[in-house]
């Protein structure tokens, strides 16, 4: 009972005491319960801060916890729940959480064999863009590039352009210039002829009626032609069976045979000709109303009824 009297014991229990706390705590901040330690090298920790989230696969999985410097690389630690699976051969990437700012860690789990203690090396960590690393990298590419070649070229241009070379730039641009004021001349002749254009059918479409009678009057003459035509043929046949019929009578004209058959040839010669002038006419007549009827059918005002829609017909020529 003295013991428990002596301050001494009460000092030292609660000394033990405290410090079993503190190694308990200590233990939890270390290592809590239920998590697990995963830890990766890098060059750069710019980006990495405590406490931002650890993501495997975009579930959020646990956050950072401490960064420390070794060397010529940067440690970092994060805990990670227990039940998301850490491959040995998994990647780290670094990602911006949003485009005003902010970073995450993805981790990327690869490989079959749980990572355990091991560290993930910084050639399999990711980081975000980098202008320096950047500069770098470029540096690195225009070390390879040969600049003797380059400034010869720009030397040779150079001395291209000077001296009597001069003249030929001011010739080229002479050149563009005179070809400028072409395209402007040509411009306005354009314009010129799009006015005389609409000058045209503005005054068609002021001596529209008369066209329209016009033509109306050249397809009565056309079918008209045609009927008249196809007439002096049937005269034509009906001549040549009367002349057959007439047979036995021309026996008496037997001394005059000769003469007889001049006169009939030529009054055919006559029908003939007229009947190849007329459709001679008649073809000249269509055309000339075609070119009319296309000139109003711009305008699509054609007549409703043409003499040339109608036919009319005549012994041995149908419709």
């Not at 329209?212 to 069976?241: C, D, H, N, P, R």
């Not at 075609?290 to 059918?297: A, P, Q």
């Amino acid at each position: 009972m003295r013991i428990l009297r002596n301050p001494r014991f009460w000092g030292a229990g609660t000394l033990t005491f405290v410090t079993v706390v503190g190694l308990i705590a200590a233990m939890l901040y270390i290592s809590p319960p239920g998590n697990k330690m995963v830890t990766f090298f890098t060059d750069d920790a710019a980006s990495i801060t405590p406490g931002i989230t650890v993501r495997v696969a975009g579930v959020t999985v646990g956050k950072i916890k401490d960064l420390s410097f070794e060397h010529n690389q940067v440690r970092v630690r994060a805990t990670v729940d227990d039940g998301a699976f850490i491959g040995d051969e998994s990647q780290v990437q670094v990602r911006m959480l949003t485009v005003v700012g902010g970073y995450f860690v993805n981790i990327d789990s690869l490989g079959s064999v749980p990572l355990g203690t091991r560290v993930i090396p910084k050639d399999r960590v990711e980081l975000p863009y980098n202008l320096v690393k950047a500069l770098v990298d470029a540096t690195t590419v225009t070390e390879q590039v040969h600049t003797a070649s380059i400034n010869q070229s720009l030397n040779e241009v150079q001395h291209g352009l000077d001296g009597p070379n001069i003249q030929v730039v001011s010739s080229i641009i002479d050149a563009g210039t005179k070809l400028t004021e072409t395209l402007d001349r040509q411009r306005g002749q354009v314009s010129d002829i799009l006015d005389m254009s609409d000058e045209y059918l503005e005054e068609l479409a002021r001596y529209r009626d008369q066209f329209t009678q016009l033509i109306q009057k050249i397809a009565i003459l056309e079918a008209t032609l045609t009927l008249y035509g196809k007439g002096a043929s049937a005269v034509a046949m009906g001549l040549a069976k009367i002349v057959q019929g007439l047979g036995p009578v021309t026996v008496f004209y037997a001394n005059h045979r000769d003469e007889f058959l001049a006169k009939f040839s030529h009054w055919q010669q006559i029908v003939r000709t007229w009947a190849d002038r007329s459709g001679l006419i008649v073809r000249i007549l269509q055309r000339t109303r075609e070119r009319m009827y296309h000139t109003l059918e711009v305008q699509n005002t054609r007549p409703e009824l043409l003499a040339t829609d109608l036919c009319i017909p005549l012994p041995e020529s149908p419709c």
